[in-house]
């Protein structure tokens, strides 16, 4: 049986009838067409369905949609405000980016990272992002990018 539910995503709250079982990475997906969330491994190995639900980086994979009626939910389509977020341009800067799959699910949990541990540390950021798989196997360029975010984030405010 279906069910209705009420989920605000970037700001935007939508209402849909869904099936019970649908995952909450195919309702922002499929359903309002926010693709910047991937599906990688639908089992929550790679990270690439990260988003922020209330607040707190989950993997989108292992959440259904009926469990966020009623929660605000940020994406990266999200994140930036105008302008690219500090993640975003520095992920640009640093060749962070690779080939961009696994890119979206890396910077939420960064994000999530840094507003938990502002001036993180290398091995901080590798233990924050060990749910995460860049299949490119480009860490350190990613580590690079999270330290530059951390530092003109620590420096804004």
């Known amino acids: 049986m279906k069910r209705e539910v009420t989920i605000t995503v970037n700001g935007v709250t939508h209402t849909r009838t869904v099936e019970p079982r649908l995952l909450l990475v195919h309702f922002l997906r499929d359903e309002l067409g926010l693709t910047g969330t991937n599906v990688g491994c639908d089992s929550s190995q790679c990270g690439a369905c990260t988003v922020h639900l209330d607040g707190q980086a989950v ?56 507003s938990r541990i502002p001036n993180p540390t290398e091995e901080d950021i590798r233990h924050g992002l060990d749910g995460n798989l860049c299949r490119c196997t480009g860490y350190q360029n990613i580590v690079a990018a999270v330290q530059a975010a951390a530092e003109k984030l620590r420096i804004e405010n």
């Open 59 to 114: 993997k989108s994979c292992t959440v259904l949609a009926v469990q966020a009626d009623g929660c605000r939910v940020t994406t990266i389509e999200g994140l930036a405000n105008g302008t690219l977020h500090p993640l975003q341009q520095a992920f640009w800067e640093k060749h962070g980016l690779q080939c961009g799959f696994c890119t979206p699910g890396m910077i939420m949990a960064s994000a999530d990272l840094l």
